[in-house]
C-alpha cells in the first residue's frame, strides 16, 4: 500500500509512528498542469532543496510534512 499525504490520516496515536517515515517523497513521471501558454510539472529534485516538501499523487498537489503532521499540536 503506497501512502499519499492526501489520505493519511495523523492522529496522536499514531504520529509516533509516522514521523520516523518522514515525508512522502514518490519518484514517478509527474504529470504536467497546464498553467497559461505553459506546461508546468512537478521537479523530483526540489526534495534536495526542500527536504520537509511531499508530494500527493492522487491530488497532485505538494504538502510540507511537518505541517501536516504537527498541524493540530498547536493552540
Not at 495523523?10 to 519518484?27: A, F, K
Not at 504536467?32 to 523530483?44: D, E, I, W
Not at 501536516?68 to 498547536?74: G, Q
Request: aromatic share 16%.
Amino acid at each position: 500500500m503506497n501512502r499519499d499525504p492526501a489520505s493519511e490520516i495523523v492522529t496522536d496515536e499514531n504520529r509516533t509512528h509516522i514521523i520516523p517515515l518522514g515525508p512522502i517523497q514518490p519518484t514517478i513521471e509527474y504529470p504536467t498542469t497546464p498553467f497559461g501558454s505553459k506546461n508546468l510539472r512537478f521537479q523530483k529534485q526540489w526534495y534536495g532543496l526542500y527536504d520537509w516538501l511531499e508530494y500527493s499523487e492522487t491530488k497532485d498537489a505538494m504538502f510540507c510534512f511537518y505541517c501536516r503532521v504537527f498541524d493540530k499540536l498547536v493552540a
